[in-house]
């Protein structure tokens, strides 16, 4: 009796069960806007993961020294970074549809830049570009999940836009080591930009044209930038001073990995294509059973789970030999255990009204906060390629033990 008073009615009362396919989209909470944007991300991820992980050593073959090459890491994160703040801002005052849109069309230009150039300097600059869509759209792609779902749903959507995100890095680098493999490095890259050009089109009629979403407020929040951090409340702010700890010691290494295994250990790009692919493939197998313990266990020990594999990667990779970097890599994949129960929190503990602003202002953070990790990690490698890895570790296990000691008290 109890089941069938929530089913559809028919005739006499006889309640119709509800087909698979609707309890599906309910378990994985498949509202239409979040199949929208699980289309644009994976459209848009299909053509950037044929390359993106081979850019350290396509701007060595340009002629970019590793103190280049990580000056490019921290000139991402200082992109990255000042562009958190003006995409949640847009995301409330343009709503989140629009404001998307917007992304992905700049980021169309940057591939153009990628493709018509071959000196180092250009590529990144046409990261300038390029960014706006990973970047800029994080607090709108987070607010318009916040929107769409309940609290109880967040972290199932989380999980699912993870997966969904993470498919074309299981089945795109391999595609992209085996092009460089035939084409050579820079044809190959070359291939790959102008892949990554047409799929962004196609990502972007789909995201202006298919978006249920409702136009911005007619007053949307007026809080200043300043002010926003008043609005987090501090079991957010807890959370903000562990994951900087984290994020800066992964900084410290993680521009140098693909280095790592094709300089140090003599891999090839087939290999470390392979070893991504395994990677994200953990990171997939993770994500829906993580979402199902954090409502019921609640979001924290899925954060420290995530934050405790955060410091072991690098230290696994140091200390593997070459035979066992498979391992390394699986570790690598658990970090994402505990990105959903995190995402969800945030989400959690941000005011509908101003939503996009206190997530941008979150990444603004964090970001400034690990702007210097890559180049640090450059200047570092020059000096032993372990040193990044093991810095890196160590200061990854301080966030962690922070965040373990003083945990915020809040509900799941």
Not at 154 to 179: D, E, H, N, T, Y
Not at 224 to 249: E, N, T
Not at 326 to 351: C, H, M, N, Q, T
Request: net charge positive.
């Amino acid at each position: 009796m109890s089941r069938g008073r929530n089913l559809p009615v028919h005739g006499k009362g006889r309640p119709v069960e509800r087909s698979w396919k609707v309890r599906v989209r309910e378990i994985l909470a498949l509202e239409h806007n979040i199949v929208v944007l699980l289309s644009a991300l994976f459209v848009i991820g299909m053509g950037e993961e044929l390359w993106t992980r081979f850019m350290p050593k396509y701007l060595e073959a340009l002629g970019a020294s590793a103190a280049a090459i990580g000056a490019y890491g921290s000139f991402k994160r200082i992109v990255d970074t000042l562009y958190q703040y003006p995409g949640g801002w847009l995301a409330d005052r343009l709503g989140r549809k629009w404001a998307l849109a917007l992304f992905n069309f700049i980021a169309i230009f940057g591939y153009l830049v990628y493709l018509l150039t071959n000196r180092w300097e250009m590529v990144i600059a046409g990261t300038l570009l390029v960014l706006a869509w990973s970047s800029m759209s994080q607090p709108a792609i987070f607010a318009l999940i916040g929107d769409t779902l309940g609290q109880a749903q967040r972290a199932m959507g989380f999980s699912v836009q993870s997966i969904w995100k993470r498919v074309p890095i299981v089945v795109a680098p391999p595609l992209g080591g085996w092009m460089l493999s035939r084409l050579g490095l820079v044809s190959g890259m070359k291939v790959g930009f102008a892949i990554s050009l047409m799929l962004a089109f196609l990502a972007l009629v789909i995201q202006s044209r298919l978006y249920r979403v409702p136009p911005p407020p007619k007053q949307p929040s007026n809080a200043a930038m300043p002010h926003v951090w008043y609005l987090m409340p501090p079991a957010l702010k807890r959370l903000l001073l562990a994951d900087c700890l984290v994020r800066f010691g992964s900084n410290l290494s993680t521009l140098f990995v693909v280095l790592w295994v094709l300089n140090v250990h003599r891999g090839s790009p087939v290999e470390f294509g392979a070893l991504t692919s395994l990677q994200m493939l953990t990171a997939i197998l993770v994500y829906l059973p993580a979402a199902y313990l954090s409502d019921r266990w609640g979001r924290q020990p899925l954060i420290l789970a995530t934050f405790a594999f955060f410091s072991l990667f690098p230290w696994s990779l140091v200390l593997l030999p070459s035979k066992a970097l498979a391992l390394a890599f699986v570790i690598a994949g658990l970090r994402e255990i505990g990105e959903p129960a995190r995402k969800a929190r945030i989400v959690d503990l941000s005011d509908r009204a101003h939503r996009g602003k206190v997530i941008g202002f979150y990444y603004l953070i964090r970001g400034l906060v690990v702007i210097p990790a890559p180049l640090i990690g450059g200047f570092l490698w020059q000096r032993h390629p372990t040193w990044p890895f093991l810095l890196g570790g160590a200061t990854s296990a301080l966030g962690f033990f922070i965040y373990a000691l003083h945990p915020p008290k809040v509900q799941p």
